[in-house]
C-alpha cells in the first residue's frame, strides 16, 4: 500500500506562481511512475503531467505545456506540480496517484494509488 498526501493548494492570483508537493508513505516511489490529474467543478478528471519512476521521461497536456512542470525526488519519496503562470481555468482540485505498470501516464484507470486531493484556485 502506498498513502498518497497532497498540499501546496491556496488561492493564488491569475499570473502567479505554486508548487505542489505529493509526499509518499508505505512503499517507496522509486517502484512506481506518478501522475498529477486536476478536477475542476462539474468536468471530468483531467490529466495534467507525469513522471516515469526514474524521473528521467516526463509528459504535460497540452494545456499546461510551458507553464507547468512535474519533478520527482525518490530520496524524499516526493513528487513535485510547479505551476507558472496560472489562469483561471486552472482552477481544480488537483491529485496526485501512483502506478506499478508502465502504460501511459494519462490513462486515470491505469492508477494504482490516489491522493486526497489539493484545492487550488486562480482568481482573476
Known amino acids: 500500500q502506498v498513502q498518497l498526501v497532497e498540499s501546496g493548494g491556496t488561492l493564488v492570483q491569475a499570473g502567479g506562481s505554486l508548487r505542489l508537493s505529493c509526499a509518499a508513505s508505505?512503499?517507496?516511489?522509486?517502484?512506481?511512475?506518478m501522475g498529477w490529474f486536476r478536477q475542476a467543478q462539474g468536468k471530468e478528471r483531467e490529466f495534467v503531467a507525469g513522471?516515469?519512476?526514474?524521473?528521467?521521461?516526463?509528459s504535460h497536456a497540452d494545456s499546461v505545456k510551458g507553464r507547468f512542470t512535474i519533478s520527482r525526488d525518490n530520496a524524499k519519496n516526493t513528487v513535485y506540480l510547479q505551476m507558472n503562470s496560472l489562469k483561471p481555468e486552472d482552477t481544480a482540485v488537483y491529485y496526485c496517484?501512483?502506478?506499478?505498470?508502465?502504460?501511459?501516464?494519462?490513462?486515470?484507470?491505469?492508477?494504482?494509488?490516489w491522493g486526497q486531493g489539493t484545492q487550488v484556485t486562480v482568481s482573476s
Open positions: 496517484a501512483a502506478k506499478l505498470t508502465t502504460t501511459p501516464r494519462s490513462l486515470w484507470y491505469e492508477y494504482d494509488y
Open positions: 508505505g512503499r517507496s516511489l522509486g517502484n512506481y511512475d
Open positions: 513522471v516515469s519512476r526514474s524521473g528521467r521521461s516526463t
